[in-house]
């Protein structure tokens, strides 16, 4: 066979290589004290979708875009690590850290670390983030030390941070990313001193890569071992510079490297072999684990680090923050998914969990692939932005799937016995957005009735008003008790036809048959983790309200007021962007006002620094305030906050220019530079404005250099009062004065920012070759309270905005009784409980096995609310009152191991100076097998794996 | 282990790649009769040196100018194949067809195919010449059919003979290269139907290539297995269009392909499964061996080729015919080390081979990989061509001290018993062409003797004016037997004082500290493979004549006459180029007239067709007669040619133009459009101008269109005269015009003709920073005969030319009686013979068993010359007259298999039409094992391995 090889080799030539003689090269290589350790940690990048799609990556097509093929890695790694025991390799792939909600980051990461732990029977030590644009403290704490790691590894920090810590040896230090957990969320957390890439010198030995390899035959010619050892040395002294103890680490790999690993292992073979043999400095394989050990054994103290490393720029003019708005649509998208995947999940475990026919599988795997960071930031070429969506979208069929056929088995009863084939039939409508909903928009003139499950995620009961559009103006709305409720038509705004047409053409290849004239809104009333049911008729309203829409000349003067309950906003015509807010409950008095403004996208094609704004880089060129954009305000009856529904979009561009469209909504609040922006929708980070704790910021970018990322909400406060503003997806966000906050809710630029997607951010929607630059449509929502209040509604209102009530539709004829013939009403929870305000679940899943994967979660702070801030117990038993737990199982936070074990080998790392730990009692205590209570201490989320009497233990965990 | 791998996997995405199914793929196919056969022959060509030096081809370095790395090709596929047995691969290297001698190609073929004979025990069955710029009848017959190859493949033809071959489906075809042979020297010869790369439609599978990948996994996107198969059958079905039989070939790789086997493997396995299941056409895993075999087994009858594929254009304007000249200084380098290395082996033989010590084995790999398509050709980059030269001088410094200690042992006469430490110190002188012999510049005024030994590697007798410079102008030669002999001293021109000086430092480092005045000339009298010894002393000459240099004033009118034998020369000063031509026993009478010119090399840089001239490409434009150029012009007493030794350089490039200089030697003969070339210095091709007998050709480039390469020399005639030119290394010559030859001697160019070697040909040598285009020197013979009588000189010149006499020096004192106390004479032949005037020994080497490897050659084509085109014996034991000769086995002509099982094999193609073979007995018997004479038929080459009674039997060869 081997003969084939030669069979047609008419020369002499290559023989001359092939005798070349065998060289063992050696190894195996440990660390040696006392000498400067060179640890190379092989590692290849491979992106979940960037420039090509996670599929053309996977399998290499799509090359003439970028050529990568992670097969070609997966397939070679494997064979070189085979051939030599000493050999190590991290293929590696990252959410991102700004774009990304908690609950998502715990459902990605749980997915993975149990795929590994299932697969390989390994539990990861270490967190390996090296690409994400800045880092969060969620991260480091939560998906850190909560996880079980030990380290953190990263490679964009600040370039003007960057530079202060080569100097003071600081790049590496001890994270504490949380207020409330002290000394117990600490990390070891290392930023490269460059990249992620091997250090300069000519190291990089991908096939083809230009870096001198080393040629050790003596045969022929060009021997040159000396020069690179020599290259090595002096490269392995410039870092030891730099760096604290004599451990440095080597990132030897970088975007989708390794395809053919023999190509690097080779070289680093000879490197350990010849470097040792030289003896100046110590080279080995090692990992990011090996160095983590191998630091800790040093027994250094280390410098402490709070808050996180946002926002990131990697050059005076090059804030990655323009990514925290890139592609709002699918940002939005995945938030979305995300509360519809906990709420599928729920109901999946109610029904049993089917492992094939319809699951949340793929949406999971969908969802997970979404939280890359190329993925929700916005910064992946448009067909991968396609893709990302597509994933999403047969998640969510998939799911909607098990959604309407478990309600239906719910709603028929044959629940927990079964779930066959239900005869009911429910829709539910994904493009309500757009105020698209065919099971509403229905004709209800001959005998048939709406009816509409409303479901609840929440373990709280919750009442809120819901809207949906329909085509008849004579409609009554009944609850489950046959009662007719208050409710009330709205007219259609105009500007949402030509959306809803353009929209529905665009996605579903059709235009809309009906065109409601109504949203029919009506409050509803919802049990935890459960369902109300309401029917909608024609028959003869009463106590309900038809609304019409005011419309005025610019020139008519008026002053008009709206809110039914405490809260009122009256505004005036003659200057429309300002408002009058009073809460007659809280007595918060206050003018509000806000506008639309856009910065202008630098052009840097013929300047000094061509820096553009683009996807990742937000450079504004000027700052114009517009006053053309629609938006809806709303006050509902029963809420104290204003909801805005804004619709920006297409942004012209007819003049050449891009645009970064933001609001800005302004009180006469005394803020003092200060604003607090939340960590993944976790913590809240205190801000100032021109500003970095960390060191003495030299402000070139006043704008962009002050942007944070957001994904709950932004909120400033002076010795009175507190004006928070939540969100209903991840974005960009400042205080660029005192008394203001501005949210960043789109961007269509013409210039790709060299940072590497090597596009243009310019999302269009066609209808055929009617391509329009993409319209966003979204909510936020704000609210002025006392100071010290505005926790509350922040942590509440925003555990409802991430879990929508789910809404599912059917039809009965008139004469059918719904209510007695159907259940109902429904709660997955004992109905005579429900969570305490301060917790929430965020994770309600049946495994595989049968068991159930639980979280709790505290939403409080330490300190953020008075009531609210304190330990808080939850009674297990009273979630599942249908079933027997037989045990329960703390696990570490992405489950993959047991708590206690996570805890025993948790490193207590060295902290410079006096950083004393006030809350030692930080957490809840053990569970009681029998009480079954669990404690939740401020900021606390719980992790349990709940095995019931009908279960079989697990295998996997029951050796843990 | 494998563990590591995954350690570091934080995420949730790649495991839905691993979790793929495993398709087990049916690679196993073979030929189906009554299908399509799609030949998928997985090849990568691997270039002996190129953009990089063969070295750094091998270990991947330099790759900024290429990325390219043989090891990654070796050691991947030798994996690949192990990995599935029906997979197939062919790594392949190739001598150059043009300019390269017949007597090199054997030995780099010998030494190729005996390795891998050795090493692998695989014979080849055929030529793989796929990238190569036109073939070469020699290549076919004698190093295709000779060498028992059943086919013989290339890529390389000229695009209108392509264009045509594709309509007439003659692409393949039987190539009856030799004149001589007739049908025994039948080879199926295939040309790919447009180069040696897959075929168009996308099948390029390297590492990042960008063609389509066969996506077959239905759980990802872009499932493409359907698409893929369709443009595997479109490609197939195109190709059988133009293809006789139904087996077609694709070359799957390309230049330095299969750096990361496995890419391209895991194509073709998907290829050949989903292809056979398709079912369409039938693809399968093949060699050309294979393939060859399939065409055989169809029984098809094939068009018959003739002559050559000889020039190649692959364009209206790119006549691959400027590399025949390209480099001539390195051209003429391996030539001369040709010689050398022919030489020194008859000495090795002599002294007995060391394996480990002096021997000829680095002269050998040396010449071998500069016989490669891209050393000699003069078609590499600079610095490639720079380790070329390294590569022979290192060679020749061995052979060099290995030729001289076998001298002094032999001179010392200690040999055949053994050869140990001679007392004797022999020098050489490599550089004599520039004047400069240090060994012979010795003072000779204090009673210094030089002793010069001429050894002749010819086995016939040859007596030659040797010359030597020296610094005394008082010298007389002895010969043997302590005769004085006659002698010459020449003044040095002052032509060459400079370009001594100037070449000395720039090859030395220093300046040569004498200026010897004078060349010392005298004819010598060397016995076959033998010599004979001379001294030069201070003692009084006799007999001896001093001549002088006549210059001229230009406005002088004035003829001289030169030549003291049969041949006279006549000049007159006022029409320097023209001359008299008079050899008084041939009663020759002819005007001679000889010029200088350049073509000015085409600047495409803003024409339509933008083809510049370049070191593949001579594009002429415009013609210049120069009248500057520097030559020596030398008639020899006991010879009829004339010998011009030219010194062109260096070209001036002042003017922005690059210049490509040739020489044009006109007569009156009646040539008639028709000239005769060389094929590799062994069959001479009629060529007729603007004529090729396979095509109506299309005259774009009437000059270069017309050139060919030239080994031995080139010859018109008439119906009464001949007029030969032979040359002293590769050029490129033709005949422009009736009763004109013309050769290009040296190329200068100053742009890239975008063939891939992306440098222009502009070579200069410096010494410190005086830089200056390389000056070229070399020689070139003429000779006017009667018709039907310049054969002879052709042949036994020509052998002289590739086997000058070797030159040792050594000194004695005037009181030392050398010739008493040393062999003054030697031959290795019983010294009662000689070979036949007809037959030349090509090849004389002691193998590593000890025995010795015998190539003889017959000089003659059937009818060349009445005398000596005829079957012609040699006595093997005269050869080895102090040896007993136990065994004779006669081998194929590159040795690895024995004659007789070679022929056993033959193929017997059948050809179309009545091609009758008049030659039936065209070749030599059998030879008898105890006569031990070996008949040469015309032509014939005989290869021999000679077992002597001390050696024992090989093992290699005995079971063969």
Not at 454 to 481: C, K
Request: proline share 4%; glycine share 6%.
């Amino acid at each position: 066979m081997a003969n084939e090889l030669l069979i047609l080799f008419l020369g002499t030539i290559l023989f001359l290589c092939v005798e070349s003689k065998y060289i063992a090269y050696n190894t195996s290589q440990g660390v040696v004290p006392g000498k400067l350790n060179v640890h190379l940690v092989a590692h290849t990048h491979d992106d979940v979708g960037w420039l090509k799609t996670v599929d053309q990556y996977y399998v290499g097509s799509n090359n003439s875009i970028q050529g990568a093929c992670v097969q070609n890695v997966l397939d070679s790694v494997v064979q070189a690590l085979l051939a030599d025991k000493n050999r190590k390799n991290g293929g590696m792939c990252m959410h991102d850290e700004a774009s990304t909600h908690y609950i998502d980051m715990i459902d990605q990461t749980t997915l993975g670390h149990r795929f590994i732990k299932e697969e390989f029977g390994v539990t990861p030590r270490v967190g390996w983030q090296i690409d994400p644009f800045g880092h969060s403290a969620v991260q480091a704490y939560l998906l850190g030390a909560e996880v079980g790691f030990d380290s953190l590894f990263f490679g964009r920090i600040d370039y003007q941070d960057r530079a202060k810590r080569k100097r003071e040896k600081s790049l590496e230090v001890i994270w504490q990313g949380s207020k409330s957990f002290g000394s117990s969320s600490q990390i070891f957390a290392g930023a490269f001193p460059e990249n992620y890439e091997p250090p300069p010198g000519g190291f990089y030995f991908e096939v083809n890569d230009v870096s001198p390899v080393i040629q050790d035959n003596l045969d022929l010619f060009d021997y040159n071992v000396e020069d690179r050892v020599n290259d090595f040395v002096t490269a392995a002294l410039s870092q030891a510079n730099i760096t604290r103890t004599n451990h440095i680490m080597w990132t030897m790999g970088t975007d989708f490297k390794y395809q053919y690993a023999h190509t690097w292992f080779r070289q680093l073979d000879k490197f350990i072999h010849y470097v040792n043999k030289d003896g100046r400095v110590n080279a080995l394989y090692s990992t990011p684990s090996i160095y983590t050990d191998a630091k800790y054994a040093t027994n250094e103290t280390w410098p402490i680090k709070t808050d996180d490393y946002f926002p990131y720029a990697d050059n005076a003019n090059a804030y990655w923050t323009g990514y925290f708005t890139s592609r709002p649509a699918i940002k939005r998208y995945v938030r979305l998914m995300s509360g519809y995947y906990l709420a599928a999940r729920q109901l999946e475990f109610f029904s049993g969990r089917m492992n094939s026919g319809p699951n949340t599988d793929s949406l999971a795997d969908a969802l997970a692939i979404a939280q890359h960071h190329d993925a929700v930031t916005g910064t992946e070429q448009q067909h991968v932005a396609n893709d990302y969506s597509k994933r999403l979208a047969i998640g969510y069929k998939e799911a909607e799937q098990l959604v309407s056929s478990t309600l239906a088995c719910l709603v028929e009863s044959t629940l927990p016995a079964g779930c066959q084939n239900p005869v009911t039939m429910f829709q539910q409508c994904p493009l309500l957005n757009i105020s698209y909903c065919p099971a509403s928009e229905v004709d209800l003139s001959h005998g048939k009735n709406l009816v509409i499950i409303v479901y609840n995620s929440l373990a709280w009961r919750r009442n809120e008003v819901i809207r949906i559009p329909v085509i008849d103006d004579n409609v009554a709305v009944h609850d489950s008790n046959g009662t007719e409720i208050e409710s009330q038509l709205l007219p259609q705004a105009e500007v949402f036809e030509g959306l809803r047409n353009f929209y529905v053409k665009a996605y579903l290849g059709h235009t809309p048959p009906n065109t409601p004239k109504y949203w029919l809104a009506f409050t509803v009333s919802v049990p935890p983790l459960g369902f109300s049911t309401y029917t909608v008729s024609t028959a003869k309203r009463t106590g309900s309200t038809k609304s019409s829409v005011n419309t005025y000349q610019s020139n008519e003067k008026a002053r008009f007021e709206v809110g039914q309950g405490n809260l009122k906003l009256t505004f005036s015509t003659d200057e429309e962007t300002h408002s009058n807010y009073v809460n007659i409950r809280s007595m918060m008095d206050k003018q509000v006002e806000q506008k639309y403004l856009y910065y202008s996208g630098y052009n840097g094609s013929h300047q000094k620094d061509p820096q553009n704004s683009g996807a990742y880089i937000f450079r504004p060129n000027g700052t114009y305030f517009i006053n053309h954009e629609r938006q809806i305000t709303r006050l509902h009856k029963e809420k104290e906050h204003v909801e805005v529904e804004f619709i920006v979009g297409p942004i012209p561009i007819e003049d050449g220019t891009g645009k970064e469209v933001a609001t800005k909504i302004s009180t006469a609040l005394s803020s003092k530079k200060t604003f607090y922006t939340d960590s993944n929708g976790r913590d809240f980070i205190k801000r100032i404005r021109d500003f970095r704790t960390d060191w003495d910021l030299e402000v070139n970018q006043p704008i962009a250099g002050n942007y944070y990322p957001i994904n709950l909400g932004i909120y400033i406060k002076d010795n009175k009062t507190e004006f928070s503003v939540l969100v209903d997806r991840s974005v960009g966000g400042s205080s660029l004065e005192d008394g203001q906050i501005e949210l960043m809710v789109h961007r269509r630029l013409l210039l790709d920012d060299s940072k590497g997607v090597a596009e243009a951010l310019n999302e269009t929607d066609c209808v055929a070759d009617d391509c329009r630059g993409l319209t966003v449509q979204g909510k936020f929502y704000y609210r002025i309270d006392p100071l010290g209040e505005g926790a509350k509604w922040r942590r509440t209102f925003g555990q409802e905005i991430y879990s929508p009530l789910l809404l599912a539709f059917s039809e009965k004829d008139d004469k059918d009784d719904w209510m007695n013939s159907h259940v109902p009403t429904f709660s997955g929870m004992d109905s005579s409980y429900t969570l305490p305000d301060n917790i929430a679940m965020i994770t309600l899943q049946e495994l595989d096995d049968g068991a159930v994967l639980l979280r709790l979660a505290h939403l409080y702070e330490i300190g953020e609310d008075k009531d609210l801030s304190v330990k808080t117990s939850v009674e297990l038993k009273k979630l599942f009152p249908e079933k027997k737990i037989k045990e329960v199982k703390e696990m570490s936070l992405s489950a993959n191991q047991e708590r206690t074990e996570m805890e025993k080998k948790r490193f207590a790392w060295k902290v410079k100076g006096s950083f004393g730990d006030e809350h030692v009692l930080s957490r809840g205590g053990p569970v009681d097998q029998k009480e079954l209570a669990v404690e939740l201490a401020p900021m606390e989320i719980r992790t349990f794996i709940i095995y019931f009497d009908d279960n079989d233990m697990p295998n996997l965990l029951s050796d843990a």
